[in-house]
């Protein structure tokens, strides 16, 4: 047996306006997971301790919090795992929502996102038309299994910082929701499906890797990565800066073997589009006092681009650089 020290962040929207937190002295063996010590310490101690949980068993999703600074499952994460040396677990809601009631949070904003995507098969006919079930190749499946095993617990939501800036991301559950049907060969609406998650701010995600952190391995960043791929392979929505910026850095890496940055910013920006390059002056001075832009290229807009990439003179192994991305299958 070991004394472990919740340390519970206590707030409740309908009594307090700012939070507190409460210090509950449990004996327990260490190796009892963090769920199962707050279970113990609201039967035992403090009966009006609030915290979401249901299957105790990492498949229902709902006991997601920040334990000891990192959002993760209460249910699969022993206390010896994450206590410090005093013995001390730390819990708080997840971040990126607002709390209701100490681990409880409002869930609407994630469950908003994930509805607008339309989360269920739309095929071309009806099942009626059909002798038999809808049959998917064990081929098509298998790039479906791993998302497919997503339980809705927002662990990446909580710890994307997209989200923190702009709540109106959709958000890596939810893009990773999108790519589960837009890869699912029985769906008629693929193309409808990528352009609603483009509208909801696909090309926002930084590609932080911070989604990575999943406890069901379901890879979100990897599957925004398929997302964007199809929304260049299909041509959906691509007239935006997100898609634009991804496809002039591509298209300069490949054609110099470097990253040509003015080139970079009037593609994104639009090389006609005289309100958003008047908006990044204050860029194009920075890049001048750091010596990646001239005065005078400045001043006609930057030379090189205004010639375009042609007149930029390619680095000495540029067919290396085309190698790897021929070998990544990038689609510039
Ligand atoms: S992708 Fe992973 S972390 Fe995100 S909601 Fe699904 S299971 Fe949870
Ligand atoms: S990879 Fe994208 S979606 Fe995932 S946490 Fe980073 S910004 Fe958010
Ligand atoms: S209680 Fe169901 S996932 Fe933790």
Not at 236 to 252: F, Y
Not at 304 to 323: D, F, Y
Request: charged share 25%; hydrophobic share 40%; aromatic share 6%.
């Amino acid at each position: 047996m070991a004394q472990i020290k919740l340390d519970i962040f206590r707030f409740d929207e309908a009594t307090d306006t700012v939070p507190h937190r409460d210090i509950v002295e449990v004996d327990i063996p260490e190796t009892t997971t963090v769920l199962d010590a707050l279970e113990y310490a609201k039967a035992e101690v403090d009966g009006s301790i609030s915290f979401r949980r249901s299957c105790r068993s990492a498949i229902c999703g709902s006991c997601s919090m920040n334990i000891n600074g990192v959002t993760g499952l209460a249910c699969k994460t022993p206390c010896n795992t994450v206590m410090d040396d005093e013995g001390v677990v730390k819990v708080d809601p997840m971040p990126n929502f607002q709390p209701m009631k100490d681990m409880v949070v409002h869930m609407d904003p994630f469950w908003d996102k994930y509805a607008r995507l339309k989360p269920y098969l739309q095929a071309k006919d009806k099942d009626s038309d059909h002798a038999t079930e809808r049959r998917v190749s064990p081929e098509d499946m298998k790039k479906l299994v791993d998302v497919a095993n997503c339980i809705m617990c927002a662990t990446c939501y909580a710890l994307c910082p997209v989200v923190s800036v702009d709540p109106a991301f959709a958000g890596p559950a939810a893009i990773a929701y999108a790519y589960r049907f837009i890869e699912d060969v029985r769906d008629a609406k693929r193309t409808e499906r990528i352009a609603q998650i483009s509208e909801d701010y696909l090309w926002l995600c930084a590609h932080c890797y911070a989604c990575s952190y999943c406890p069901k391995h379901v890879d979100p960043n990897d599957r925004i990565i398929d997302v964007k791929r199809a929304a260049i392979n299909d041509k959906v929505m691509l007239d935006e800066r997100g898609p634009r910026h991804a496809l002039v850095v591509a298209k300069t890496i490949k054609q110099t073997g470097m990253l040509a940055e003015t080139e970079v910013i009037l593609g994104t920006v639009g090389r006609f589009n005289v309100r958003g390059l008047l908006k990044v002056t204050p860029l194009a001075l920075r890049m001048v006092a750091r010596g990646k832009l001239t005065p005078v290229e400045m001043a006609v807009g930057g030379t090189a681009p205004m010639l375009g990439l042609a007149s930029m003179k390619p680095i000495p192994k540029v067919n290396e650089v085309r190698t790897i991305f021929e070998s990544l299958e990038v689609p510039v």
